[in-house]
């Protein structure tokens, strides 16, 4: 039988991994390594470093190929995502099959963060049908509070996590005064009314590319876009996510 572990890596640095995931990689007859284009070239490179540092089985092999990229035509924005999730599920079948031809074998995707977290991989690998085991990782929520050596939450106070497509559309969330933001690709934080707001934010956090910023969000929010936009220019991708805090809170 075929089974598939989904292996949380953290940010990509090899120190984040557990014990766990240490452990199940190297049980692993196959490493799926999937590819996003020359643009996000570096991030196929580090799973391949983060296997190079960390497998010693030499029976482990390692499969690379294409990650489909989403319908920009198609309006609906749901039927976007299950039709591009469709793609990526018959992708991961053909790797499998290349790198294991029999029907027995243990396959293993990394999985930036975690992978209950804005991540799509558990759904996908629902469209398998395989036994499936996830290894849980560092979320960006944690090496963002650590690089600013922040609780996430102020004295028995909620916080909400969220999207910036969601803070665009909707504003900010009833009910609380802290938010954490990820998939932001347009600097939704914009749209706020800035009086009264403190931001923390972090780009390739707990990699060693990390930069940070931090300050009332009049202040740093223009150096935010300046800093974000250099990198993005400098490495061809970028993840960040950002903390806001109300000052009454």
Same mark, same amino acid.
């Given at each position: 039988m075929i089974t598939l572990s989904l292996i949380g890596i953290g940010t990509g640095n090899p120190e984040h991994?557990? *014990?766990?995931?240490?452990?199940?990689?190297? %049980? !692993?007859? #196959?490493? +799926?390594?999937?590819?996003?284009?020359?643009?996000?070239?570096?991030?196929?490179?580090?799973?391949?470093?983060?296997?190079?540092?960390?497998?010693?089985?030499?029976?482990?092999?390692?499969?690379?190929?294409?990650?489909?990229?989403?319908?920009?035509?198609?309006?609906?924005?749901?039927?976007?995502?299950?039709?591009?999730?469709d793609a990526i599920a018959e992708a991961w079948r053909a790797a499998i099959a290349e790198g294991l031809p029999g029907d027995d074998g243990r396959v293993a995707l990394l999985v930036w963060g975690d992978?209950? *977290?804005?991540?799509?991989?558990?759904?996908? %690998? !629902?469209? #398998?049908? +395989?036994?499936t085991e996830v290894i849980p990782g560092i979320t960006s929520i944690q090496a963002l509070a650590a690089a600013h050596a922040i609780p996430l939450n102020e004295i028995g106070a909620p916080f909400t996590v969220t999207t910036g497509r969601r803070l665009r559309e909707g504003g900010w969330p009833e009910g609380v005064d802290t938010i954490l933001v990820m998939l932001d690709g347009d600097c939704a934080f914009q749209g706020l009314a800035p009086e009264g707001l403190s931001i923390w934010w972090g780009a390739y956090v707990g990699m060693a590319e990390e930069i940070t910023e931090a300050g009332p969000l009049a202040e740093a929010g223009a150096r935010i876009l300046a800093r974000r936009a250099e990198a993005r220019a400098r490495h061809g991708w970028i993840m960040d996510i950002y903390l806001i805090r109300r000052a009454e809170a």
């Open positions: 991994l557990t *014990l766990q995931a240490i452990r199940a990689l190297n %049980a !692993a007859d #196959l490493v +799926l390594i999937p590819r996003k284009g020359e643009s996000k070239a570096d991030l196929a490179e580090l799973r391949r470093a983060i296997c190079a540092e960390i497998i010693t089985n030499p029976a482990t092999r390692m499969v690379e190929f294409d990650l489909p990229m989403r319908d920009p035509a198609t309006p609906d924005y749901r039927r976007r995502v299950d039709d591009w999730h992978p209950s *977290l804005y991540d799509s991989t558990l759904r996908i %690998a !629902a469209r #398998l049908g +395989l036994p």
